[in-house]
C-alpha cells in the first residue's frame, strides 16, 4: 500500500508489443514499477503475484478476453484500479468492462498524457479506497475495543454484587447476619448505581453515533438550560460543600443545536465540577457571545489537571490515574461525550488546568443566527 506520489506496481496486459513498451516507457517516468504481459492468462498470473494497484488491459486480445480479465482481477483484489484500452469500435465493451469492475476506459489512440492523467487519477482513487478501508478497520477495531472494555468494566462490580449477595444468602442461612446487612447492602447498592451510569453513559454515546441525537437542530438558549442543570445539583453541591455561581446574559446565548445533547454536555462539564473540587470550592459558569460563537465556561477550584494528561483527557475511558479516580467513581466516557457532542454542533472545547489549583472547561458553539445563516447559504449553494 502506499501514498501520493510512492510508487506503484502498474501490470499492463496488452497482446500489441508496440502499445506494451509505449505504456512501459510512459508510466515508468512516472516513477511507477510496470510490468507488462502479452496474454489474459499470463496477466493474471502476474497480478496474483505481484499485487499490483493498477491494472491496464487491452479489451480486445485473442485467448481470455479483456472483459474475463477484468472481471477475474477484480475478484483476486478488489481494490485494485483496472483502466481498459478500447478502439472507438468497442466502446459499448467498454462499458461492459466498466459494469464488471473497470474504473475507467481510454480510447486508443492516446497520447502520453492522456494515459498519465488517467493513470494518476486511477492511483489516487485506489489511494482513497484503501483510506476508507484503513478508517473503516481503526473504527472496528475500536468497536471491538469498545464491546471489551465494557464488558470487563461491568464484569468487576457484578462479581462484587453476587459475592456480596450470596454470603449475605449463606449467613441468613445460618442467622448470623446481623451488623453486616446495612453495609452489603449499600455496597451492591454502590456497585449497581455505577454499572447504571456506565450503560448510561454507553448508550449516550451509541446514540451519538448513529447521529440521531446531535443531527436536530434548533434554537436553544443556554441561559435558560444552564441555570436549569445548576439548580438540580445544588443538592450535591451543598453536600460537597461546593458553592455554585452563574453568570448568564439574558439574552444573547443562543446555539443551534439539540437540547438533548446541550444538556449531557453541560451535565457532565457541571457534575465534573462538583466531582473533582474540594470542600469549601467554587464553582463559576460564565457565557457570553464572541462575534458569531458563544461561549460558555465552566470553572472549578479543584484538583486540576496534569499537563501530560491533557491530550488524552477527551479521549473514551481516560481517566487521571491517582486518588481522585479512586475516590470518585467515573466511567472516563463523559468528556468524549462531551467532544463528540461539540464537534457534531461545529464547536470546540478545551480546558485551562492548573494541578491543585482548578480547572476551566470552555466550550464554544456557533450562535443560532449565525449557523442558521450558515445552513441557508449551504442549500442554496447547487
Ligand atoms: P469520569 O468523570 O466519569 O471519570 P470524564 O470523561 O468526565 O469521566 O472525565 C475524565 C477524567 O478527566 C476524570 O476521570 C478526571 O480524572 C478528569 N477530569 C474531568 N473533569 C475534571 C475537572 N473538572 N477537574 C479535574 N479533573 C477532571
Known sequence: MSGPGEQEVIVVIDDDAAMRLSCRKILAKLGHRVETFEDGTQGLEGVSRLRPGLVVVDLKMPGLSGLEVVARVREL?????????????????????????????????????????????????????????????????????FVTFVSHQLQTPLAAVHQYLSVLQQFEETGAVEGKRREWIERCLRR????????????????????????????????????????????LAAEERVTLEA????????????????????????????????????????????????????????????????????????????????????????????????????????????PGAGSTFRVRLPAWRAAAAREDRTESTP
Open 247 to 354: 453568570r448568564l446574559p439574558e439574552t444573547g446565548c443562543t446555539v443551534a443545536g439539540d437540547p438533548n445533547c446541550l444538556n449531557v454536555l453541560f451535565d457532565n462539564l457541571i457534575t465534573n465540577a462538583i466531582k473533582y473540587n474540594r470542600p469549601e470550592g467554587r464553582i463559576s459558569v460564565t457565557a457570553g457571545c464572541q462575534g458569531e460563537e458563544v461561549e460558555v465556561a465552566v470553572a472549578d477550584t479543584g484538583v486540576g489537571i496534569p499537563p501530560q494528561c491533557r491530550e488524552r483527557l477527551f479521549d473514551e475511558f481516560f481517566r487521571v490515574r491517582g486518588e481522585g479516580a479512586k475516590k470518585t467513581p467515573g466511567t472516563g466516557l463523559g468528556l468524549a461525550i462531551c467532544k463528540r457532542i461539540v464537534t457534531e454542533l461545529g464547536g470546540s472545547i478545551t480546558v485551562e488546568s492548573e
Open 192 to 235: 449497581a448505581e455505577e454499572m447504571q451510569t456506565l450503560i448510561r453513559d454507553w448508550l449516550t454515546l451509541a446514540r451519538l453515533e448513529s447521529d440521531r441525537l446531535a443531527r436536530e437542530r434548533a434554537p436553544v438558549d443556554l441561559g435558560q438550560i444552564i441555570p436549569n442543570i445548576l439548580a438540580t445539583y445544588e443538592p
Open 77 to 145: 483484489d478488489p481494490l485494485v484500479v483496472v483502466v481498459v484500452i478500447t478502439g472507438y469500435a468497442t466502446i459499448d465493451t467498454a462499458v461492459e468492462a466498466m459494469k464488471a469492475g473497470a474504473y475507467d476506459f481510454l480510447p486508443k489512440p492516446f497520447s502520453p498524457e492522456e494515459l498519465r492523467l488517467i493513470v494518476n487519477r486511477s492511483l489516487e482513487r485506489r489511494r482513497l479506497s484503501l483510506e476508507a478501508r484503513r478508517a473503516e478497520m481503526d473504527r472496528e477495531l475500536l468497536r471491538r475495543r
